[in-house]
């Protein structure tokens, strides 16, 4: 009895051991089958990261900023110029610019009264030839005109000329002198201001170079002492000088081309008036040799009669 209850526990041991070698395997081929639906399930359900970062990439990025410009701060230019000089180089500089200031006022203002000159020429050409007499043809001149003026003095010199030694000289030769004499007047006008732009155009040159001389003086010198000859030391000193030859010769051409161009228009005005005036001298003295020869002619029939 004993012996049969030993086999039977040893068959049913064996019968757990197979069981359990069975069963092994099947767990192994479940977990590998659970493993694909697990996957596929992680591919079906993406992560909220995965669609945050898809949902970005759909967006459209902005183009990209436009790179800041570096602006860079010159230390060296008219401010350092105006600063770093002496009372020499600040002296050299505000004359030049009194020069320039001088110079672009005259040619303003002759290029106005030329203007002017020109107009009042046309006026003369219209109105005064088309006169009656000389007294109506100033009287319809402009007041302050060259012209009237020219004219005046003409007819005042037909009436009369005082003191007793100016007495002696012909009526022809006296017209003709007060009417040369307003001429030159009106010329000397014309050249008001002419000499200042020839003289600033022919030495702002010569003063903007010495400028440029005392500056990379002073520039050797503070170079000498510093005891350093890079290019930074040298390049910023004696550019600075050099700006004062610069500014020397933009004051002197615009002098130069001014003074060119008024004289040549001065010339053209010029013309106009010795023409009026040649005319006015000889119609001066064609009536005042008519009413001479009138009262001549009165004179004898008186005599006669």
């Known amino acids: 009895m004993s012996i049969t209850r030993n086999r039977l526990s040893a068959l049913a041991t064996a019968l757990m051991i197979s069981a359990a070698a069975l069963s092994a395997p099947l767990a192994v081929a479940q977990t590998a089958a659970s493993a694909p639906a697990a996957s596929a399930a992680a591919v079906a359900a993406p992560a909220p990261a995965a669609t945050a970062a898809a949902s970005l990439a759909d967006t459209p990025t902005p183009p990209p900023a436009p790179a800041a410009k570096e602006t860079v701060d010159n230390p060296y230019g008219l401010d350092a110029l105006w600063k770093g000089g002496d009372f020499v180089a600040r002296g050299t500089l505000i004359i030049l610019v009194l020069m320039s200031m001088g110079s672009w006022y005259i040619i303003i203002t ?100 010495f400028g440029t001389v005392w500056g990379i003086y002073h520039a050797l010198t503070a170079i000498g002492i510093a005891g350093q000859a890079s290019i930074d030391k040298v390049a910023g000193p004696v550019g600075e000088a050099l700006i004062m030859t610069a500014i020397g010769l933009a ?23 010795r023409s009026f005036s040649a005319d006015l001298h000889s119609v001066l003295l064609s009536g005042v040799m008519s009413s001479s020869s009138a009262s001549q002619v009165a004179h004898i029939n008186k005599k006669v009669g």
């Open 251 to 273: 004051v002197a051409v615009p002098a130069v081309l001014g003074y060119n161009w008024l004289v040549r228009r001065n010339k053209s005005a010029m013309e106009e008036i």
């Open 110 to 209: 002759k290029l106005i009264e030329q203007v002017k000159l020109m107009g009042q020429a046309q006026n003369a050409k219209k109105t005064f030839w088309k006169a009656g007499t000389v007294a109506a043809g100033v009287a319809g001149l402009k007041p302050n005109s060259a012209y009237r003026f020219i004219a005046e003095n003409g007819e005042k010199s037909t009436v009369h000329h005082d003191g007793a030694l100016l007495e002696q000289i012909d009526l022809n030769t006296w017209v003709t002198m007060s009417i040369q004499r307003s001429v030159e007047k009106v010329q000397s006008r014309l050249q008001d201001g002419l000499a200042f732009l020839a003289t600033v155009g022919s030495t702002a040159p010569f003063v903007g170079l």
